[in-house]
């Protein structure tokens, strides 16, 4: 698991994704999940709570700090 092969606990993990397979596989883990990509609809309706079209900066990291405190 890279959490693992990066020495960091799976709790500060963070899975960004643009599928609702990657969201289901975050709720199997128990670990936060970013969508992003066209497939923001999709992503909500199968219960994502946090999305966004774009990875820029200046909407990814304050998305990441809720998500994190969710």
Do not use: C, N
Request: proline share 7%; no cysteine; hydrophobic share 45%.
């Amino acid at each position: 698991m890279t959490a693992e092969r990066a020495g960091r606990p799976l709790a500060e993990t963070v899975y960004v994704g643009d599928g609702t397979w990657d969201f289901r596989a975050t709720q199997a883990l128990g670990i936060p999940f970013l969508g992003t990509g066209t497939k923001q609809a999709a992503l909500r309706q199968a219960g994502a709570s946090f999305t966004l079209p774009h990875l820029h900066p200046e909407a990814f990291f304050p998305l990441l700090d809720r998500a994190w405190s969710d």
